[in-house]
Each structure stands twice: as C-alpha cells, then as structure tokens.
C-alpha cells in the first residue's frame, strides 16, 4: 500500500525538518515549504494527501493557506499547526476546512497519531463524527 504524500508548510526550519523525519521514518512521501505562497505553488506541480500548515508566517497567514489548500483542491486533508490555539482559531480553522489543530509545542508522537487520524477519516468517512475532530 502507498503511503500518503505530505506537504508541511511552516516558516521554521527546526519544525519542518523535525515533522519530515518523523513521517519518512513511517514511509510518507514529505516534501516543505518555507511559507504559504511556496506551499500553495507547489500544489500546482504535484499531488498532496495531506498539508500541514503553520498558522503565523509571514507574507501570507495559515488561514489564506488554509483557503486556497481547500479552493485549489477540498479534497485534500489539512492540519493547522500552531502556538497560538484559542477558540476562536480552532473555530476558525475548523470553518475554513481544516481537519484537526496540532498545538506547538508537540511531540512527534501526536503528528504521527493525527496524521494516521486523518488518514483513516479519509478511508472511513461514515466513523468519524464531526466532534471526534478538534
């Protein structure tokens, strides 16, 4: 079976290189970008399962990302990250078409665990509820 293919958007090196790792250890196919208007390119040249986006960078927001991930193609599954996890963003986020909302700091384990989440929810929609997320 073919593993999913990952696009992880994020401003910071350390968090991007840290995600690769852990999800090549598990055979996905991970390629990054270092800001949304890269991420958004590079869905143009290639096929995402799923796009990690960070919510705070510059020059465009998560959120902008977020929308045009889902304009360009609503079948891909998208995971916020972010260090600033209020309600309203959760709320935001969830609106916008987002799967779930990683909080920063996370450990490697909770990526993997919401990435093979949201990939059983693709396979299985009927057994994941809209309150099982977030």
């Known amino acids: 079976m ?3 293919k990952i696009l992880i958007i994020d401003d910071e090196d350390v968090i991007r290189k840290a ?4 999800l090549e250890k598990d055979g996905f196919e ?8 890269i991420g958004l390119a590079k869905l143009h040249d290639s096929k995402y399962d799923l796009v990690l986006i960070d919510l705070k960078m510059s ?3 998560g959120m902008d990302v977020l929308e045009g991930v889902k304009k360009y193609n609503p079948d891909i599954t998208c995971i916020v990250i972010t260090g600033y996890g209020t ?3 959760f709320d935001e986020a969830k609106a916008k078409g987002a799967f779930d909302i990683l909080t920063k700091p996370f450990a490697t384990q909770e990526l993997r665990s919401m990435i093979y ?3 059983e929810a693709k396979k299985f929609p009927q057994q994941f509820s809209p309150s099982q997320q977030f």
Do not use: H, L, W, Y
Request: glycine share 4%; hydrophobic share 40%; with cysteine.
């Open 2 to 4: 073919t593993k999913a």
């Open 19 to 22: 995600c690769r790792q852990a």
């Open 30 to 37: 991970v390629d990054e970008a270092n800001n949304g208007i």
């Open 59 to 61: 020059q465009i927001s």
């Open 87 to 89: 309600d309203s963003v």
């Open 117 to 119: 989440r949201a990939i």
